[in-house]
T-cell receptor, first 114, second 114 residues
Framework: AQSVTQLGSHVSVSEGALVLLRCNYSSSVPPYLFWYVQYPNQGLQLLLKYTSAATLVKGINGFEAEFKKSETSFHLTKPSAHMSDAAEYFCAVSGNSGNTPLVFGKGTRLSVIA | KAGVTQTPRYLIKTRGQQVTLSCSPISGHRSVSWYQQTPGQGLQFLFEYFSETQRNKGNFPGRFSGRQFSNSRSEMNVSTLELGDSALYLC?????????????FGPGTRLTVL
């Protein structure tokens, strides 16, 4: 069974500051890991995906995440926050067999202060 | 290429009624998954369909059902609505079977049960 824990339901950063959103996972099989972003009144958009090819994954909009098996973590970072990054971010895990459903964390709301 | 479309976008029903939500996937995508999003429970997997067959089902009561048509369009039905069914219902499509594939989400249908 898979599970995801996102530390911090709300994170606030200043414009230009580092963004760090934390995600820890639990999986009984080799995982696929995802970060999705949701803007108000919209569906989810994929930011990046880990599939075991490389531990550092680069995504869209300047985001990246590092897979650390020993820490069962997949934290999302961005060097410099923009106002447009304000949104809800979801970490998710799926087994790589494709037979296990996607399991989402509770989400972290990112606020960016001018 | 058009994205995932969901109809209707908003719906108000009363307890005991039933509702049908529709999802049209991206052209060429054969997998459709449904999710329920609520403030309390977050994003929860409902079911996945691929080539008209249900591949996976989440932990929801039998009142929640779905189907997929030969053109990959999908519908989900909720019977005997309860207040707790009020939620944003998201549909996602992908090329291949399994939620470990990149999923493209629609904007959702917001269901309010009075």
């Amino acid at each position: 069974a898979q599970s995801v824990t996102q530390l911090g339901s709300h994170v606030s950063v200043s414009e230009g500051a580092l963004v760090l959103l934390r995600c820890n996972y639990s999986s009984s099989v080799p995982p696929y890991l995802f970060w999705y972003v949701q803007y108000p009144n919209q569906g989810l958009q994929l930011l990046l995906k880990y599939t075991s090819a490389a531990t550092l994954v680069k995504g869209i909009n300047g985001f990246e995440a590092e897979f650390k098996k020993s820490e069962t973590s997949f934290h999302l970072t961005k060097p410099s926050a923009h106002m447009s990054d304000a949104a809800e971010y979801f970490c998710a895990v799926s087994g790589n067999s494709g037979n296990t459903p996607l399991v989402f964390g509770k989400g972290t709301r990112l606020s960016v202060i001018a | 290429k058009a994205g995932v479309t969901q109809t209707p976008r908003y719906l108000i029903k009363t307890r005991g009624q039933q509702v049908t939500l529709s999802c049209s996937p991206i052209s060429g995508h054969r997998s459709v998954s449904w999710y329920q999003q609520t403030p309390g429970q977050g994003l929860q997997f409902l079911f996945e369909y691929f080539s008209e067959t249900q591949r996976n089902k989440g932990n929801f009561p039998g009142r929640f059902s779905g189907r997929q048509f030969s053109n990959s369009r999908s519908e989900m039905n909720v019977s005997t609505l309860e207040l707790g069914d009020s939620a944003l219902y998201l549909c996602a499509s992908s090329l291949g079977a399994g939620t470990h594939n990149e999923q493209f989400f629609g904007p959702g249908t917001r269901l309010t049960v009075l």
